[in-house]
């Protein structure tokens, strides 16, 4: 069975603390409830803590959201013979699949109210009863569930029950969003088209540095598993080639077949001698104003939400970016700008994946 570093890759310190939370838990029988956003991998983490569990039982799992609601309750707990139409012999459940391992039930949060007791009384009791059965089950199960949704939220308008909440939230486990661990994303590609050429006669392309600073720079919303999906569309459009930033930036990140004479490129050449262009009745730079943090009251007057972190991580990137190339790649002379000391800049840019730009000049560089 493969182990945590084989299933959790990566080694950045947000992987490194998710790792130790599955090696601490993962020799007891307690529940755990993990969490986060859609495509960063829970199941991989339901996985790994039963991998290196001692139970000798199989990991079965369920996804609460993809089965009807019902036949979700048959699914789980199995039924007898002539329970219901089209029941023609008795059938086991997850439940009792899983005795001796590990039940997952994946997006617990989907989980209808009618049967949101009956898993109480099993946790409670290690008891089930089939649909259309009267015989108490023993079972020995560990429970692992999994959801993105916000599960307080969903007790306080009724819609999940407190007491099963407070009863699967005994060791929660916050799994990272790719962005937060943005530096484990070369050895997630590796280990993605290494899986891709077990099943598939593919060439994998070859990803440049600057390839990766923007792939580092992308805010992942659907995390690794949008991730997966970028390697294929780059198996498909550049294999056994090099992919530069600029193809990850337009041809990846945003889907468009890559021209092979590079007809764009010689546009935008042709461009850079180009000044004085109008910007369309702003006026020059210099005179349109910066945003000014009131301007955000207004916010939710026009939208539902806004994602704080994202979008305060986009407009550090973007003003680091700015003060790095006005002052020609000179670490020294853009943390001044940003009245940040050299240091804390230099962390930043790590975080951050952001390349210093080549220097104009060598000398100017060598004295940075």
């Not at 598939?200 to 390839?211: A, K, R, T, V």
């Amino acid at each position: 069975m493969l182990q945590t570093d084989e299933l959790i890759v990566g080694n950045s310190a947000a992987s490194k603390d998710l790792k130790k939370l599955i090696d601490v838990v993962a020799p007891s029988s307690t529940t755990v409830l993990i969490l986060g956003e859609t495509g960063v991998g829970k199941e991989l983490v339901a996985r790994s803590i039963h991998n290196s569990s001692n139970r000798t039982g199989e990991l079965i799992s369920v996804n609460c959201a993809a089965i009807p609601s019902e036949l979700l309750e048959s699914e789980l707990f199995g039924h007898e013979k002539g329970a219901f139409t089209g029941a023609d012999k008795n059938r086991k459940g997850r439940f009792e699949m899983a005795d001796g391992g590990t039940l997952f039930l994946d997006e617990i949060g989907d989980m209808p109210l009618s049967l949101q007791s009956k898993l109480l009384r099993a946790l409670e009791d290690r008891t089930i009863q089939r649909v259309g059965g009267g015989k108490d089950i023993n079972v020995d199960f560990r429970l692992v569930c999994a959801t993105h949704q916000n599960i307080p939220s969903k007790v306080d308008n009724g819609s999940f029950r407190a007491d099963l909440y407070y009863r699967i939230n005994v060791f929660p486990i916050q799994v990272p969003t790719l962005a937060e661990r943005a530096v484990d994303i070369p050895q997630i590609v590796e280990r993605i088209l290494s899986q891709m050429g077990k099943y598939d006669d593919i060439i994998p392309p070859e990803i440049s540095e600057s390839g990766y600073s923007e792939l580092g720079r992308y805010t992942w919303p659907g995390n690794v598993r949008e991730l997966r999906n970028v390697i294929e569309r780059a198996v498909v459009l550049f294999a056994g080639k090099s992919i530069s930033g600029t193809q990850v930036k337009e041809n990846l990140l945003r889907l468009k077949v890559p021209d092979r004479e590079e007809e764009m490129n010689a546009i935008w050449d042709a461009a850079d001698d180009l000044s004085g262009i109008s910007l369309g009745g702003i006026g020059d730079p210099e005179d349109a104003p910066l945003p000014h943090p009131s301007h955000y009251r207004d916010w939710f007057s026009y939208f539902d939400t806004i994602d704080l972190r994202r979008h305060l991580r986009d407009i550090e990137v973007v003003l680091i970016e700015a003060s790095l190339e006005k002052s020609d790649g000179m670490v020294s002379q853009a943390a001044a700008a940003l009245k940040l000391r050299r240091t804390t800049l230099i962390e930043k840019m790590k975080k951050l994946m952001i390349e210093k730009p080549v220097a104009q000049s060598s000398a100017l560089e060598n004295i940075d």
